[in-house]
């Protein structure tokens, strides 16, 4: 049950900041399992990249950019986030 000052904050937050802390959080909650999935410890990931940056992006203090995802996937070896396509 959420406390009635949370209620407020949370009634008070727009729209795409919630949809972008959900987003956000999916994608490391995806990471963590796709290194669960493969044995693949933080810091092996980390040896294709930069040790740091890979901390801030699984510990939500950084931002993920298009190429960062690119990275990941290309390290981990699976899609980290998929956009359905339609063909009409």
């Keep these: 049950m959420r406390s009635q000052i949370a209620q407020r904050i ?3 937050t727009p729209l795409e900041v919630r949809i ?3 987003m956000h959080g999916d994608i490391v909650v995806r990471v963590h399992e796709l290194m669960e ?3 693949i410890p933080k810091k092996q ?3 294709g990249m ?3 940056e890979i901390s801030k992006w699984l510990n939500g203090e950084h931002n993920f ?3 960062s995802l690119a990275k990941l996937e290309a390290e981990l070896g ?3 986030i998929q956009i359905p396509h339609s063909f009409s």
Excluded: M, R, W
């Design 20 to 22: 972008f802390v959900k």
């Design 78 to 80: 699976e899609p980290i």
């Design 45 to 47: 990931l980390a040896e």
């Design 50 to 52: 930069n040790p740091s």
């Design 37 to 39: 999935k493969k044995g």
């Design 65 to 67: 950019t298009l190429k």
């Design 10 to 12: 949370l009634d008070n």
